[in-house]
């Protein structure tokens, strides 16, 4: 499957599915519901052509592969929406459980965007997560090399970002491994990071929406996220320096 700098990446991580789960469904009929027009009814094939599903509720219950849900998609190419969860084996934290990870990705445009921030928090409400964030393609990249240390060593952040441990270094699951544009955190991921002080957050509590679970959207940009914006870099810098619990640098 394909992915394009034009998307808007999404991803939440939540408790693993057990037993009688419902909320792959929750998860799929809530990004429905916060994009209007939006029915995820198709699939890929092996050869990335479309497969309608016809009884498109039944399949997701019934296909636990992997302890998630199946990709599911709409059937627009030149606006494309997608979907699918997985159960990751590694902890979020150190010595922790197995998560799940849920994935989507929606094409960015003025529509798109104004919806961003209720499409967040339906994936993030559905899955019950922890935390997690939709961030534009080519800003995600780069966050993602934050994360210390890499395979070839250790990392090197582009941009004067710092550095973030990995999750075996992190204590709870309720932590934030990194920011994005928009951030999805439970009432407990908020808690471990201390937001929201009304001192000291009253302008991302300008861009900020509490959750029906009583957690929160934050939006660190008006606009996507462009770390070649001066203004975008400086705001995501604040962020980090505001949250030292983000990414486990607040521990030794």
């Not at 499409?119 to 994360?147: D, K, S, Y």
């Not at 990995?166 to 544009?181: D, K, T, V």
């Not at 990071?193 to 009253?202: H, S």
Request: proline share 8%; glycine share 10%.
């Amino acid at each position: 499957m394909s992915v394009f700098p034009d998307e808007l990446g999404i991803v939440i991580y939540a408790p693993p599915l057990e037993g009688d789960d419902r909320r792959s469904l929750a998860i799929v009929h809530g990004m429905e519901g916060a994009l209007p027009g939006l029915r995820l009814d198709w699939t890929y094939s092996e050869k990335e052509e479309f497969v309608a599903l016809h009884h498109r509720d039944e399949w997701v219950a019934a296909d636990r592969a992997d302890n998630g849900f199946p990709f599911v998609c709409n059937d627009d190419r030149s606006r494309p929406v997608t979907l699918s969860g997985w159960e990751n084996p590694n902890g979020l934290s150190a010595g922790g459980a197995s998560h799940l990870e849920v994935h989507g990705s929606v094409h960015l445009d003025a529509a798109t965007i104004v919806a961003a921030a209720d499409v967040l928090a339906a994936m993030g409400e559905g899955a019950r997560g922890f935390w997690g964030h939709a961030t534009p393609f080519n800003a995600g990249a780069e966050i993602a090399e934050q994360t210390a240390p890499t395979g070839a060593g250790p990392s090197s952040p582009p941009r004067g970002l710092p550095a973030l441990k990995p999750s075996r270094e992190i204590l709870s699951p309720e932590i934030p491994h990194r920011l994005g544009w928009l951030n999805y955190w439970s009432a407990a991921a908020a808690q471990a990071i201390g937001f929201p002080d009304l001192a000291r957050d009253a302008e991302l509590l300008s861009r900020a929406r509490r959750t029906a679970s009583g957690g929160w959207v934050v939006q660190l940009t008006d606009a996507p996220l462009d770390l070649d914006n001066p203004a975008h870099l400086d705001a995501l810098l604040r962020a980090y320096a505001r949250f030292p619990e983000i990414g486990g640098r607040a521990t030794p």
